[in-house]
C-alpha cells in the first residue's frame, strides 16, 4: 500500500483519527472537493492540496479576511498540506503523477476528461495504481452533454428548481444563503469515497467514483423533487411556509419573528395551551396537520393575536418548556453562540503556536477516533519542498522516520 509523509516531517503530528494511515491526493479546487477533502483529513487521513502556480481561486475571494487571507478559503482547508504544481512543466506533472500513484484517495473537480491529457485521468491513473479511489466531482456529470456544462452552484440552484422554491411566493426567487448544492456534493463525494474504501477491503481494488451537483440538487430537494416525481405536482415557492405542515414557519411575536414547528397533533394541543387557546386544538377546522394546512389563513391570525402579547425569548422560553421546537431567527453570530451555549463547542483551535486559529468544528462525535485539528490552512506552496523531496525519493529508500503504512 502506499505509504505517507507524515505533517511537517514530524511522526508525533500524525492522524490518529478513523482515516488514518491514507493519503489523499487532492487536486481539487473552490468548495466541493476541498470540503469533502477537509471532511477526510479531519478524521486522520494525510491530504496533499495539489494547486496550480496561482493557487486556489478562493484565496482571493475577499473580503471577508483574517490577517489578510480570505475565510472563504480558510473555512474548507485546515488539516492539508500545499503543494504548487504547474502540470504543463515536466518534473512537476511528474510529481503529480507519482502522488497520485501512491495515494488511496485522489479527489478532481476538473471538467469532465481535463486531467486526460497530463495522464492523471482515472484510467491512467488506475493502471499504475489499481487500488486508488478516484472521486470525480463535476457539475452536470460526464456523459457527452452534461461535462461540456459550467458547473457553479448558482447555476444548479436554478436549473434544479431550488430558486423557485427560494423567496417571497409574490417576489423573486433566491439563492440560499451559502452554496448550498457544493456542499451537499462534497458531502455525498465523502460518502461515496468511504464506501468505495469499504469495497476495497473486499476486493483489494479501487474503483471511480462520481458525483455531480445536478444529481445532488435532484436528492437534495428530497420531499420538493418528490412532490413532481412521484405525485406529479410541480411545487412553488411559499415564503418560510411548508407546503404539508402548520405552524412550520415564522410568526410574529410583540419584538421580532419566533420559528415555530408544531409537527404533529400533540405538539400542535402543547402549542395551543402554552398560549392560551387550547380551544383550538378541538376546533374542527384545526384538530388534524390536514385541516391546519387547508386553514392556515384562517389559524394563523389566531395565533399571531396571542404571540404578540409577549416577546420572542419569553415565548421561546415557554413552548420549548412544552415540548414544542421553536427557535429565535440569529445572524451567524447568534447561532455560534446559541451553540456554545448549549454546549457544542462550536469552534476549535487549528494548529498550535502562532499559527493556530479559530475554525467551525467537525459535526460529526466519535467516541473513540475523534477528529482532529493539526494544521491550519497552508498557505501557498507550503510545503512544496518536503512534498517534492518525498516524492522524489523511491518508496523502498525512504527511511523508517519518512514512511508510515497506509
Not at 91 to 110: H, K, M, P, S, T
Not at 262 to 277: T, W
Not at 325 to 341: M, Q, R, S, Y
Not at 380 to 386: K, M, N, Y
Request: aromatic share 6%; proline share 8%; with cysteine.
Amino acid at each position: 500500500m502506499p505509504a505517507t509523509p507524515t505533517p511537517n516531517g514530524s511522526a508525533g503530528d500524525a492522524g490518529r483519527g478513523p482515516l488514518s494511515g491514507l493519503l489523499v491526493a487532492d487536486f481539487s479546487r473552490i468548495l466541493a472537493g476541498p470540503y469533502a477533502t477537509m471532511l477526510l483529513a479531519d478524521l486522520g487521513a494525510e491530504v496533499v492540496k495539489v494547486e496550480a502556480p496561482g493557487g486556489d481561486d478562493t484565496r482571493s475571494w475577499q473580503p471577508p479576511v483574517r490577517d489578510g487571507i480570505s475565510t472563504y478559503y480558510l473555512a474548507v482547508n485546515r488539516n492539508k498540506r500545499s503543494i504548487a504544481l504547474d502540470l504543463k512543466d515536466p518534473d512537476d506533472l511528474a510529481a503529480a503523477q507519482e502522488l497520485a500513484r501512491r495515494a488511496d484517495i485522489l479527489v478532481e473537480n476538473f471538467k469532465p476528461g481535463g486531467l486526460a491529457r497530463f495522464g492523471l485521468d482515472y484510467e491512467s491513473v488506475a493502471a499504475a495504481n489499481p487500488r486508488l479511489i478516484y472521486a470525480s466531482i463535476s457539475g452536470f456529470g460526464s456523459g457527452p452533454k452534461g461535462a461540456a456544462l459550467p458547473g457553479y452552484d448558482l447555476i444548479v440552484q436554478a436549473i434544479s428548481g431550488l430558486m423557485s422554491l427560494t423567496g417571497d411566493p409574490d417576489g423573486e426567487p433566491f439563492r440560499a444563503g451559502i452554496s448550498v448544492f457544493d456542499v451537499m456534493a462534497g458531502m455525498h463525494a465523502t460518502i461515496g469515497v468511504l464506501s468505495a474504501l469499504n469495497a476495497r477491503h473486499e476486493t483489494g481494488r479501487g474503483q471511480h467514483v462520481e458525483v455531480n451537483l445536478m444529481s445532488s440538487a435532484l436528492s437534495g430537494l428530497v420531499n420538493q423533487s418528490s412532490a413532481y416525481v412521484a405525485g406529479g405536482v410541480v411545487p412553488m415557492r411559499m415564503g418560510n411556509s411548508h407546503p404539508s405542515l402548520f405552524p412550520y414557519e415564522p410568526l410574529p411575536c410583540s419584538d421580532g419573528e419566533l420559528i415555530i414547528t408544531a409537527g404533529n397533533n400533540g405538539q400542535f394541543r402543547k402549542l395551543v395551551e402554552v398560549l392560551g387557546v387550547p380551544e383550538l386544538a378541538d376546533d374542527p377546522r384545526f384538530d388534524r396537520n390536514e385541516q391546519r394546512t387547508a386553514n392556515r389563513d384562517e389559524l394563523r391570525p389566531l395565533l399571531v393575536e396571542r404571540l404578540r402579547t409577549r416577546t420572542k425569548l419569553e415565548w421561546f422560553r415557554d413552548i420549548i418548556d412544552a415540548g414544542v421546537p421553536c427557535g429565535p431567527i440569529n445572524t451567524v453570530d447568534g447561532g455560534v453562540a446559541f451553540a456554545e451555549e448549549i454546549g457544542l463547542d462550536p469552534v476549535v483551535t487549528v494548529g498550535s503556536g502562532a499559527s493556530a486559529m479559530p475554525s467551525v468544528r467537525n459535526p460529526i462525535t466519535f467516541s473513540e477516533t475523534a477528529p482532529e485539528y493539526r494544521l491550519p490552512p497552508p498557505s501557498l506552496d507550503e510545503h512544496g519542498a518536503e512534498l517534492r523531496k518525498w516524492l522524489a525519493t523511491p518508496p523502498e529508500n525512504r527511511t523508517g522516520d519518512e514512511e508510515r503504512s497506509a
